[in-house]
């Protein structure tokens, strides 16, 4: 919902107009914009009929959030052709058409809540259709022609060089845009295939057994205005199977379908007719299970009492490979593991999601898949009593946001060492100062907590370690 918006124009020429606007507006929180353009027209002033071109650039960004904590820069290309229809005063209606291309960012992360959130761009192009009533008001002194005669020419002052009035314009636009499934399609160019977590559908799927979801859809054509697509009219499928039982089978459908792997090998997705016409297909791979990789990590010191995280990346043939189901992991001495097995592989951060808690002391996991292919890591489990010290950062410079809310980063120490840990425990001696500690799934180097000041002033917080001795403060001004 728009909720305002100032717009400047100036005519150097009788065929060009440069505009700069700014305005505000809200969708889940209060955004501030900005654009720049011009329009360019090859009637003359007077004419009652204009056709005419334009090009703009915008940006929007969020006034009261973070960039990183929601949604980040939303840029625009838009290229519109209209014509203008002048009538009775100084009114005019238009009605245009064009091109729009956009750039969003929206916040990602690893679900830590550790440091600023990834912001993640995505594009879209589209069209739109859109007419409006524009009124020039305000009065301006009409230039004089030779023997005091005045012409609709001369005496438009509202479009001549140099003569500055206001307008209003009362509009509303409609437009779309296309986002194709992801997948690839068919080499029958009748369907898309989508296997999870796989844009285009090239990465091996893992041998042994593995199980893999993916769809299947028909191909949509792009709408033509405001609207989704509209699905082609494809021949329908009866029946989903694949060329080769001993490399991958197919169970399901229509729709969503989950592959399980065999032998290494080649093979294709075949979806047939009744009478066993082959309507679409698309090849797979499948590939022997070769390395496994565990990842790096922040550190190997762990704080009783919560669970780390880490993630576990398979490969096959020297790539990236989807699948899940065909390594096990284990954890040893103080250490217990428990995974999470995710079907895809190359597109999301693993195919395997584990955690692991234990008691003070040495212990340690490790992934084990067939082939005797094997990865392992040591950890430390340490008593909250371990930690020494804590070490305390602003995110940025410190100073409140728009909802007057400031954010620190907390790090326990082990000898100079980081600990994975669930931050510290957070005291204020002003009540007026609310605390508001991430509730995290698991343990991190860097813990967020946010403040929020209700008033101005200087408000000294401390960190504790709960059931710890560490501590350390830290002064948020308003």
Request: aromatic share 8%; net charge neutral; proline share 6%.
């Amino acid at each position: 919902m728009v909720v305002g918006k100032a717009t400047w124009k100036y005519g150097p020429a009788a065929w060009v107009a440069v505009l700069a606007s700014a305005g505000a507006s809200w969708y889940g929180g209060a955004s501030f914009g900005a654009d720049l353009g011009a329009v360019f027209t090859p009637g003359p002033r007077a004419a009652r009929v204009r056709p005419y071109l334009g090009v703009r650039g915008s940006v929007a960004v969020p006034l009261v959030r973070d960039l990183e904590m929601s949604t980040g820069l939303t840029d625009a290309l838009i290229v519109p052709i209209g014509i203008e229809v002048r009538g009775f005063a100084d009114t005019s209606l238009f009605i245009e058409a064009g091109y729009l291309a956009f750039w969003t960012q929206s916040a990602a992360n690893d679900g830590s809540g550790s440091g600023p959130a990834r912001l993640e761009g995505a594009f879209r192009s589209g069209v739109y259709l859109g007419a409006g009533i524009t009124h020039i008001f305000g009065r301006a002194t009409p230039k004089q022609t030779r023997g005091d005669r005045r012409d609709r020419l001369t005496d438009d002052v509202a479009r001549r060089p140099g003569v500055a009035r206001g307008s209003l314009t009362v509009g509303a636009d409609c437009g779309g845009y296309y986002a194709p499934p992801r997948g690839v399609h068919g080499r029958l160019d009748r369907y898309v295939f989508s296997i999870e977590s796989s844009s285009t559908n090239a990465a091996p799927l893992l041998a042994g057994g593995a199980s893999v979801r993916a769809s299947v859809s028909g191909i949509l054509d792009p709408p033509s205005g405001c609207g989704d697509g509209t699905p082609r009219k494809v021949p329908l499928y009866s029946r989903i199977a694949t060329a080769h039982a001993e490399v991958a089978t197919v169970a399901g459908g229509p729709g969503e379908i989950t592959i399980t792997t065999g032998s290494p090998g080649d093979t294709e997705l075949l979806l047939t007719d009744d009478a066993g016409t082959v309507v679409d297909a698309t090849p797979l791979r499948v590939r022997a299970l070769d390395r496994i990789d565990i990842g790096d990590v922040d550190s190997t010191l762990l704080l009783a009492g919560i669970s780390a995280h880490e993630r576990v990346k398979l490969f096959a043939g020297g790539e990236r490979a989807i699948g899940g189901g065909v390594a096990r992991v284990t954890g040893g001495g103080v250490l217990s593991a428990s995974a999470e097995q995710r079907f895809g592989g190359t597109c999301p951060n693993s195919n395997l999601e584990v955690w692991l808690t234990g008691t003070p002391g040495a212990g340690g996991w490790g992934v084990a898949g067939p082939g005797g292919v094997n990865a392992m890591r040591s950890y430390t489990v340490l008593a909250p009593d371990a930690v020494d010290a804590i070490t305390l950062a602003f995110q940025g410079d410190g100073k409140p946001n728009g909802d007057h809310r400031v954010f620190v980063y907390a790090t326990l120490l082990q000898g100079g060492r980081p600990v994975l840990s669930g931050g510290c425990t957070w005291s204020a001696a002003d009540p007026s100062v609310q605390v508001k500690s991430g509730a995290f799934a698991f343990a991190t180097t860097r813990v967020t907590t946010f403040f929020t000041l209700a008033q101005a002033g200087s408000f000294p917080v401390t960190c504790t370690v709960q059931g710890g001795t560490a501590s350390a403060g830290i002064t948020l001004v308003r």
